[in-house]
């Protein structure tokens, strides 16, 4: 059994009393979407016992091959009594379970930020829901003071998302998860002083502790063995998500100033596609640079991959170790796609899975996203050093490099 464990309100749950037909599910279907609860259900058989053993907001995580799929809370039962074969009635449980994600929904903040750091915005609306959470916010982008009054948290963060380019979800063990997109595309450090450049103190938020640098170096993907994918791989592309002229919004003056940021080839070839951001960013440069990041994603025709199905069964200890591990901005190589494609493989970037234990099939089917969305193109660090300039086709932006072989 591919289920390794059931704890209920923190009791052990005899496995030989759960029906082998679990499925759990994690993130979002579409970076286009919000972010979901990650959830779980599950039926248990509780033949012989004086009561119902379950409630409601009971604790629950779950266990397959002694990694952690899932954490949360019950928010649905279900008690049938069914009929076997011998005639005899069987009494089962039906459960579903709901993540973290789920309770930003349950706290209200008071709604009263000064001007700081996103990072220290995101630190001060999670840290009062003493949730446990990891916050990996965008360090160059600072944030103008703020007051709407009152406001459910999950509000905030998801209007914090829109402004900055981020997503938020909550993790296998129980964790919420702040991520902007350009912590996708690059691992941070701690700044040295060679990361300042001319940056002066009086120019800086917060303190030095604070100050993060890019490393040449992004996160490495995990290689999707072909042999454990199945296949019927669907691509998509779509006009309606082409944007070639974007205008932010930013500052405290009243109305606010702006800056447009275009595609002058994109609007070339698909018209004019305009969006307009409205956003509590502090300065020109944070503006700049999040509409460079919408055209960056968004500015040419990007296929999408359909879902990728992985047979956790035909993975061998080591890969399956890798593809638990897998959370929502990790990225994964799909190798050996049936041509003709739009490619021979595809690096994605994770935005959710589902999961699926059944006793003629384990599986974990996840939705990826173009990289760009990201903005997880490579790095001049990850050229080889052979590369020229000479050697790089003349059609190809720097925004089609997603993998150091595109440089070919």
Same mark, same amino acid.
């Given at each position: 059994?591919?289920v390794?464990?059931?704890?209920?309100?923190?009791?052990?749950? &005899?496995?030989?009393?759960?029906?082998?037909?679990? &499925?759990?599910?994690?993130?979002r279907? @579409?970076?286009?979407?919000t972010?979901? @609860?990650?959830?779980?259900?599950?039926l248990?058989?509780?033949?012989?016992?004086a009561?119902?053993?379950?409630?409601?907001?009971?604790?629950?995580?779950?266990s @397959?091959?002694?990694?952690?799929?899932?954490?949360g809370?019950?928010?649905?039962?279900?008690v049938?009594?069914?009929?076997s074969l011998?005639?005899?009635p069987?009494?089962?449980?039906?459960?579903?379970?709901?993540?973290?994600?789920?309770?930003?929904?349950?706290?209200?903040?008071?709604?009263?930020?000064?001007?700081?750091?996103?990072?220290?915005?995101?630190?001060a609306?999670?840290?009062?829901?003493?949730?446990?959470?990891t916050?990996?916010?965008d360090?160059?982008?600072?944030?103008?003071?703020?007051?709407?009054?009152?406001?459910?948290v999950?509000?905030?963060?998801?209007?914090?998302?829109?402004?900055?380019?981020?997503?938020?979800?909550?993790?296998?063990?129980?964790?919420? $998860?702040?991520?902007?997109?350009?912590?996708?595309?690059?691992?941070?450090?701690?700044?040295?002083?060679?990361?300042?450049?001319?940056?002066? $103190? !009086?120019?800086?938020?917060?303190?030095?502790s604070?100050?993060?640098? !890019?490393?040449?170096?992004?996160?490495?993907?995990?290689?999707?063995p072909?042999?454990?994918?199945?296949?019927?791989?669907? $691509?998509?592309?779509?006009?309606?998500?082409?944007?070639?002229?974007?205008?932010?919004?930013?500052?405290?003056?009243?109305p606010?100033?702006?800056?447009?940021?275009?595609?002058?080839?994109?609007?070339?070839?698909?018209?004019?596609?305009?969006?307009?951001?409205?956003t509590?960013?502090?300065?020109?440069?944070?503006?700049?640079r999040?509409?460079?990041?919408?055209?960056?994603?968004?500015?040419?025709?990007?296929?999408?991959?359909?879902k990728?199905?992985?047979?956790?069964?035909?993975?061998?200890?080591?890969?399956?170790?890798?593809v638990?591990?897998?959370?929502?901005?990790?990225?994964?190589? #799909?190798?050996?796609?049936?041509?003709?494609?739009?490619?021979s493989?595809?690096?994605?970037?994770?935005?959710?899975?589902?999961?699926?234990h059944?006793p003629?099939?384990?599986?974990?089917?996840?939705?990826?996203?173009?990289?760009?969305?990201?903005?997880? #193109?490579?790095?001049?660090?990850?050229?080889?050093?052979?590369?020229t300039?000479?050697?790089?086709?003349?059609?190809?932006? $720097? @925004?089609?490099?997603?993998?150091?072989?595109?440089?070919?």
């Amino acid at each position: 059994m591919s289920v390794t464990g059931v704890t209920i309100a923190g009791s052990s749950v &005899n496995l030989a009393a759960v029906d082998y037909s679990i &499925n759990v599910y994690h993130g979002r279907d @579409s970076i286009e979407n919000t972010p979901e @609860s990650s959830s779980a259900e599950l039926l248990i058989y509780v033949d012989g016992q004086a009561s119902i053993p379950y409630k409601i907001s009971d604790s629950v995580v779950i266990s @397959s091959w002694s990694t952690t799929r899932f954490t949360g809370n019950i928010t649905d039962i279900t008690v049938e009594h069914l009929y076997s074969l011998t005639g005899t009635p069987v009494t089962a449980v039906s459960i579903i379970a709901m993540g973290n994600l789920r309770e930003l929904g349950r706290y209200v903040d008071a709604g009263s930020f000064s001007a700081q750091s996103l990072q220290n915005r995101v630190d001060a609306i999670l840290t009062g829901t003493g949730l446990t959470y990891t916050a990996e916010a965008d360090p160059e982008l600072d944030l103008i003071a703020y007051a709407p009054g009152p406001t459910v948290v999950r509000d905030l963060l998801d209007e914090l998302c829109e402004w900055v380019g981020a997503t938020v979800y909550d993790t296998p063990d129980g964790r919420i $998860w702040f991520e902007s997109y350009t912590r996708r595309g690059y691992d941070y450090s701690t700044a040295t002083w060679a990361d300042m450049g001319t940056t002066t $103190w !009086a120019g800086t938020v917060g303190r030095w502790s604070e100050q993060y640098g !890019a490393t040449s170096a992004a996160p490495t993907p995990v290689v999707l063995p072909s042999a454990a994918v199945v296949w019927s791989p669907t $691509w998509t592309a779509n006009l309606e998500t082409i944007v070639n002229d974007v205008t932010v919004t930013y500052g405290t003056a009243d109305p606010q100033a702006s800056v447009t940021v275009t595609d002058s080839a994109s609007i070339a070839i698909h018209g004019p596609n305009e969006v307009r951001l409205e956003t509590g960013l502090a300065d020109l440069t944070a503006a700049t640079r999040r509409a460079q990041g919408i055209l960056t994603a968004q500015g040419d025709q990007r296929y999408q991959i359909g879902k990728v199905e992985v047979l956790l069964e035909r993975l061998t200890a080591g890969q399956r170790t890798s593809v638990l591990g897998l959370k929502a901005g990790a990225r994964v190589i #799909v190798q050996n796609l049936p041509q003709p494609a739009p490619f021979s493989e595809f690096l994605g970037v994770v935005e959710g899975w589902g999961e699926l234990h059944q006793p003629d099939r384990v599986s974990l089917t996840l939705a990826l996203s173009d990289p760009r969305y990201s903005y997880a #193109v490579v790095s001049w660090g990850q050229a080889p050093a052979t590369a020229t300039w000479g050697g790089v086709p003349v059609s190809k932006k $720097w @925004s089609d490099i997603i993998q150091p072989t595109d440089l070919d």
